[in-house]
């Protein structure tokens, strides 16, 4: 079993927490079987808040496919309390938001979309559903009467293994 940290780095202008709509954030993955090697070519939807039975029964999981390639059964499943936050204190740095416990495959490429939430500490502005598909976003804070974004977005995944 190994578990790998998504991380993420991004420039953030006014912006104090970048966060997912945690549990439900819809993580969307590119996954590759450690089998065979084959890499999807589709995005994988992983989303805290849903689970599926196993093959067996016994137990749920957060993502459970088939490889089309070699038919091995894997599952991917979000550590509880991993979801973390992006501050302007991380800005330019890359920082874990999220752990994957990864049983036969793992993440390899991360597409951000709508789900994030922005917040400015300053005015109280919550910015809800933050598009982060297009890697940057940018609003106005009319309390502060200035602009507030997020830019250069960018994603890595860091892989660990664990005894547990």
């Not at 998504?6 to 420039?11: D, G």
């Not at 709509?21 to 849903?50: A, T």
């Not at 200035?146 to 995944?157: A, K, L, P, T, W």
Request: hydrophobic share 30%; with cysteine.
């Amino acid at each position: 079993m190994v578990r790998i940290s998504l991380q993420i780095k991004a420039t953030l202008e006014n912006i104090d927490v970048l966060r997912t709509c945690h549990p439900n954030y819809n993580f969307l993955l590119k996954l590759k079987c450690l089998n065979c090697g084959e890499i999807s070519n589709k995005w994988h939807d992983v989303i805290e808040s849903q689970t599926q039975k196993t093959k067996t029964g016994k137990s749920e999981t957060h993502f459970l496919a088939k490889c089309k390639l070699c038919g091995r059964e894997n599952n991917l499943d979000i550590l509880e309390g991993t979801n973390g936050k992006y501050t302007g204190d991380d800005s330019g740095n890359f920082k874990g938001i999220v752990t994957f416990d990864c049983r036969g495959i793992e993440p390899v490429e991360f597409m951000p979309g709508g789900g994030w939430i922005a917040e400015v500490e300053e005015s109280g502005k919550k910015f809800n559903d933050v598009d982060l598909s297009e890697k940057e976003w940018v609003e106005y804070d009319d309390k502060l009467k200035q602009s507030v974004g997020i830019y250069e977005f960018e994603s890595q995944f860091i892989k660990w293994s664990y005894n547990g």
